[in-house]
């Protein structure tokens, strides 16, 4: 599938992404007891990010999920670990296709999608760690959505 | 005695075909007693971001076997370690570990199974299911026009798929190659089918 | 003070079913209560600070409630809560889990009309709309909501029993070359890719080509 994200045009697939998140959505949302904030799409939501910020703020995401979340995440349960881990490393291959566009300046960051991300961030931190995470896990078909408008 | 020291597994390999992977290995071989073996894999995400982390395979630890699907836990285009280590009673070997790493893009893919039916005017080909990850790119071509080719992706292949429809008594030629989306690579050609359309204009 | 004692058993299988994003509440009465128990409803916004009731769910003795209106906003996620009451006693309020109406909705077959000459089917698809307030707001097609939507048409030949299968991005099909005076049985299905999303096949439209001139 051909995603366009601003002036980025990447070949992926997130159905695997998806699948497995799909497999575990039930387990980690019921971990996250707070219906009040969320992570990704309040105050602000994702959905009105400028097409033209969508590649920024697509790899600021998958960073953020890298870096952040995934290693927060680790429950009691083998099989929801092991969902995790193949929706952390898919994450990486994606990355790797954004950040190719990085490095070919297609991927610019402009104010609007700083500041978002920003908010996101400030979502993040405040929550204690494993319950930011936990939240960020169950929110990723908020994510997925967003994306997927881009094919 | 036997307890006090087991081997680990050797002769540790990857077999993947068609998106599908298994770890094997030649057994401990202890007289007298079932040795059981345990699976752990290593993703690139656990080797840079969580602490070399190993993340076990619940269905092949402790088991018997010398072989462990690892199809649903190689889910990401990324270098994956694999280890094994027998276990005999309380006592563990050490691990054995496969040589290098295994990314699935190396898998090997082979061409579709392909059946070509023609049926009176029609053009209809049916293709084994290669599992979720597949999709498949036929080839068809009315023979001796092999510039003009047309093709189409087929994504479900629940049966007889329709592609065109003949001109009378001309003959057609079909072939097709697998292709994985997630890996983003395709299987040789399938040998080519020819097919000849009912001959008579008026159809029936 | 009146004040309600919550020790009735709780509502069961609180749930959202949602077809073609019409976003209906059911759940199951308490367990052991008979006639004359009382719900109330109310549903949020996930990420959102508040619980909303709904009025027209307030005090109803059936066991769903449609939130379509409320929740017909694809990019947002809810819940949504029942309380049951009865003879001055009440349930704990019991949720549903997070409900997307994106991927959490079943989409309808799509319509299926067939027409045909003495030697060819047209066929033509029409996805169903999302779920709309009013005759008058304007319709929605799921194939603006899904644009990867596709179509798998199955065509039956009565005589033979013989079946085809069509995968086809647009909503129009024309099957050339059959034989005439034969019936022929066409149904479709939609199939979304991502979110993974299949409807059941139409039932099946027969129809006769005319007979050889």
Redesign the interface.
Known sequence: ?IFHLGACRV?M?T??IRA?FTAIKANIQSRDPIRTLSILSHPQSLHKVKSSDRCCVAHHLFTFY??KV??HCRTED??V??KI??I??????VRRKLGQCHEQNNCVCGEESTEKFKQILANYEGLNVTSAAMKSLGELDILLDWMEKSQ | GAEAFLPAPQNISILSTNMKHFLTWSPVIVQGATVRYSVE?Q????R???NESW????ECSLTTATVCNLT???????P?RLRVRARLGATSSPWGTLTGFFNRVTTSLTPPVLKVVA????L?VELADMGPSFQFRVLYWKKGQASRVKHKV???V?????LD?MEAGAEYCVRAQAHV??I?RSSSFSPTQCVRARGDTS?? | SGELYCSLPNPRNVRFESVNMKNVLHWSAPEGTGDGVLYKVKYSVYGVGKWIRKPECRNINRTWCDLSSETSDYEEQYYASVKAFLNGMCSDWMETTRFNPLTDTKIDPPMVSVSSTD?SLSITLTAPEKWKRSPEEESISLLQVYPGLQY?VS?LNKK?K??????ISNNTLV??????GTAYCVSAQI?V?TPLLDSDFSKEHCIATLK?K
């Open positions: 599938k070949s697939s159905a695997e497995g890298v870096d995934f290693k083998s099989f670990n092991r881990s193949s952390a490393n898919s994450f990486l291959s | 894999f993703g690139e995400y656990e840079e971001h969580a993340i076990p395979i619940s649903e836990d190689i889910s990401a285009s990324v994956y049926d009176g005017h029609h209809l087929l994504r479900e629940s049966s007889v798929v329709h429809t989306e997630a983003n159809l029936w | 030697k798998n065509v033979t013989k079946r085809w299968f069509f995968s099957v050339p070359w059959l034989e005439p199939h890719t050889d």
